[in-house]
Nanobody
Framework: QVQLVESGGGLVQAGGSLRLSCAAS????????MGWYRQAPGKQRELVAD???????NYSDSVKGRFTISRDNAKNTVYLQMDSLKPEDRAVYYC????????????????WGQGTQVTVSS
Protein backbone atom coordinates (compact mmCIF):
# COMPACT_ATOMS: atom_id res chain seq x y z
CA GLN A 1 0.00 0.00 0.00
CA VAL A 2 1.43 3.36 -1.07
CA GLN A 3 1.40 5.59 1.96
CA LEU A 4 3.06 8.76 0.66
CA VAL A 5 2.11 10.01 -2.79
CA GLU A 6 4.25 12.71 -4.35
CA SER A 7 3.63 14.99 -7.28
CA GLY A 8 5.02 18.12 -8.89
CA GLY A 9 8.47 17.26 -10.17
CA GLY A 10 9.64 18.08 -13.66
CA LEU A 11 12.02 20.07 -15.82
CA VAL A 12 12.59 23.77 -15.27
CA GLN A 13 15.16 26.33 -16.32
CA ALA A 14 17.59 27.77 -13.82
CA GLY A 15 15.94 30.56 -11.88
CA GLY A 16 12.54 28.99 -12.26
CA SER A 17 10.17 27.49 -9.73
CA LEU A 18 8.49 24.19 -8.95
CA ARG A 19 6.12 23.08 -6.25
CA LEU A 20 6.18 19.56 -4.85
CA SER A 21 3.29 18.00 -2.98
CA CYS A 22 3.11 14.88 -0.85
CA ALA A 23 -0.06 13.43 0.59
CA ALA A 24 0.03 10.89 3.38
CA SER A 25 -2.41 8.02 3.26
CA UNK A 26 -5.21 7.85 5.77
CA UNK A 27 -3.82 4.45 6.74
CA UNK A 28 -1.27 6.33 8.84
CA UNK A 29 -3.10 6.95 12.10
CA UNK A 30 -1.13 10.04 13.11
CA UNK A 31 1.38 11.91 11.01
CA UNK A 32 3.98 13.80 12.97
CA UNK A 33 6.90 15.45 11.21
CA MET A 34 7.01 15.56 7.42
CA GLY A 35 9.81 16.55 5.13
CA TRP A 36 11.70 16.33 1.89
CA TYR A 37 15.00 14.67 1.11
CA ARG A 38 16.84 14.57 -2.18
CA GLN A 39 19.40 12.36 -3.82
CA ALA A 40 21.54 13.53 -6.71
CA PRO A 41 23.37 11.03 -8.96
CA GLY A 42 26.37 9.57 -7.17
CA LYS A 43 25.54 11.31 -3.90
CA GLN A 44 23.93 10.33 -0.63
CA ARG A 45 20.38 11.21 0.21
CA GLU A 46 20.23 14.48 2.12
CA LEU A 47 17.66 16.43 4.06
CA VAL A 48 16.22 19.41 2.22
CA ALA A 49 13.63 20.59 4.74
CA ASP A 50 11.27 19.25 7.33
CA UNK A 51 8.37 20.57 9.34
CA UNK A 52 6.69 19.51 12.56
CA UNK A 53 2.95 19.13 13.01
CA UNK A 54 3.11 22.46 14.85
CA UNK A 55 4.63 24.19 11.86
CA UNK A 56 8.27 24.55 12.92
CA UNK A 57 10.42 24.28 9.81
CA ASN A 58 14.05 23.36 9.33
CA TYR A 59 16.09 23.84 6.14
CA SER A 60 19.43 22.75 4.84
CA ASP A 61 21.82 25.62 4.30
CA SER A 62 21.87 25.00 0.55
CA VAL A 63 18.17 25.84 0.15
CA LYS A 64 17.57 28.47 2.84
CA GLY A 65 15.95 31.55 1.39
CA ARG A 66 14.97 29.76 -1.82
CA PHE A 67 12.73 26.88 -0.72
CA THR A 68 9.69 27.01 1.55
CA ILE A 69 8.13 24.00 3.23
CA SER A 70 4.55 24.08 4.45
CA ARG A 71 1.86 21.61 5.39
CA ASP A 72 -1.87 21.22 5.63
CA ASN A 73 -2.55 19.06 8.67
CA ALA A 74 -6.20 18.56 7.75
CA LYS A 75 -5.08 16.95 4.49
CA ASN A 76 -1.89 15.34 5.87
CA THR A 77 -0.10 16.99 2.97
CA VAL A 78 3.29 18.65 2.84
CA TYR A 79 4.45 21.06 0.15
CA LEU A 80 7.83 22.27 -0.99
CA GLN A 81 7.88 25.52 -2.92
CA MET A 82 11.19 25.72 -4.75
CA ASP A 83 12.18 29.10 -6.15
CA SER A 84 15.37 30.36 -7.77
CA LEU A 85 16.24 26.82 -8.75
CA LYS A 86 19.84 26.04 -9.63
CA PRO A 87 21.32 23.21 -11.71
CA GLU A 88 22.74 21.76 -8.49
CA ASP A 89 19.19 21.28 -7.19
CA ARG A 90 18.76 18.53 -9.74
CA ALA A 91 17.91 15.32 -7.89
CA VAL A 92 15.22 12.83 -7.07
CA TYR A 93 13.17 14.34 -4.26
CA TYR A 94 11.67 12.01 -1.67
CA CYS A 95 8.87 12.78 0.72
CA UNK A 96 9.39 11.57 4.28
CA UNK A 97 7.02 11.28 7.20
CA UNK A 98 7.25 10.12 10.78
CA UNK A 99 4.02 8.77 12.15
CA UNK A 100 2.06 6.19 14.09
CA UNK A 101 0.39 3.45 12.05
CA UNK A 102 -2.30 2.87 14.66
CA UNK A 103 -3.42 4.22 18.06
CA UNK A 104 -1.53 1.47 19.88
CA UNK A 105 1.91 2.21 18.46
CA UNK A 106 4.40 3.47 21.01
CA UNK A 107 6.90 4.86 18.53
CA UNK A 108 6.99 6.52 15.12
CA UNK A 109 7.45 4.62 11.91
CA UNK A 110 9.36 6.26 9.08
CA UNK A 111 7.61 6.41 5.71
CA TRP A 112 9.06 7.26 2.30
CA GLY A 113 7.53 8.31 -0.96
CA GLN A 114 8.51 6.82 -4.29
CA GLY A 115 10.48 9.89 -5.35
CA THR A 116 9.94 12.55 -7.98
CA GLN A 117 12.57 13.81 -10.40
CA VAL A 118 13.51 17.49 -10.45
CA THR A 119 15.74 18.60 -13.31
CA VAL A 120 17.08 22.12 -13.64
CA SER A 121 18.64 23.15 -16.93
CA SER A 122 21.30 25.83 -17.07
Amino acid sequence: QVQLVESGGGLVQAGGSLRLSCAASRSIFRVNSMGWYRQAPGKQRELVADITSGGSANYSDSVKGRFTISRDNAKNTVYLQMDSLKPEDRAVYYCNAHGRPNPYSSYDYIYWGQGTQVTVSS
